[in-house]
């Protein structure tokens, strides 16, 4: 069974600009998580879509969205792009059959805001 | 708030045995996970618990106090490649998972 596929793997843009992200999760998974990950910081959760409905979302403003399609494939959209958005970006996809499946990672996308 | 706290970095030798530990707050509670992150590459699920106690899986054991907000992870007989960051998480009651910054473990020969 393939694992989560994310692309691009690598991004460098410019402040100002806008960028999405992609993130295919396992065949047979409803859910997909999108984390931001950055050194020291650790994982910090953006939001999560199950069913293309948004389940969860983390402190994160407004221009970062996200939303999902019927075949549970996942886009992460970020406006106004900040130096500060340059990070790791990764999603993670689980069945949801049981509320504490297990999360499996995509490769993740590594963004540079220059 | 909620908040999980694990070391930064920890060395240790190859063939010795390590442990990680983690606190959490989490608003409700419903297990917690750690994950293993290789350098440049995407975070794997290594063990869950929920319960009081020890979960043993070949040479990686984890275990859990509820009352006390601790975890461990217990990695034995080390071997070069277990160089990695380990990541520490809590699920809380709306089963999100609250994420420490991760623990970098540095192999020795």
């Known amino acids: 069974k393939a694992g989560v596929t994310q692309t691009p793997r690598y991004l460098i843009k410019t402040r100002g600009q806008q960028v999405t992200l992609s993130c295919s999760p396992i065949?047979?998974?409803?859910?997909v998580s999108w984390y931001q990950q950055t050194p020291g910081q650790g994982l910090q959760f953006l939001f999560e879509?199950?069913?293309?409905?948004?389940?969860n979302k983390g402190n994160f403003p407004g221009r970062f969205s996200g939303r999902q399609f019927s075949n549970s494939r996942s886009e992460m959209n970020v406006s106004t792009l900040e130096l500060g958005d340059s990070a790791l970006y990764l999603c993670?996809?689980?069945?949801?059959?049981?509320?504490?499946?297990?999360?499996?990672f995509g490769p993740g996308t590594r963004l540079t805001v220059l | 708030g909620q908040n999980i706290d694990q070391p930064t970095e920890m060395t240790a030798t190859e063939g010795a045995i390590v442990q990680i530990n983690c606190t959490y707050q989490?608003?409700?509670?419903?297990?917690l996970f750690w994950y293993q992150q290789h350098a440049g590459e995407a975070p794997t699920f290594l063990s869950y618990?929920?319960l009081d106690g020890l979960e043993e899986k070949g040479r990686f054991s984890s275990f859990l106090s509820r009352s006390k907000g601790y975890s461990y992870l217990l990695l034995k007989e080390l071997q070069m490649k277990d160089s990695a960051s380990y990541l520490c998480?809590?699920?809380?009651?709306?089963?999100?998972?609250?994420w420490g910054a991760g623990t970098k473990l540095i192999i020795k020969p």
């Open positions: 618990n929920v």
């Open positions: 993670a996809s689980s069945l949801r059959e049981g509320e504490t499946d297990t999360q499996y």
């Open positions: 065949s047979g998974h409803r859910s």
């Open positions: 879509y199950f069913s293309e409905t948004q389940r």
């Open positions: 998480a809590g699920m809380d009651s709306n089963y999100q998972l609250i």
């Open positions: 989490t608003s409700g509670f419903n297990g």
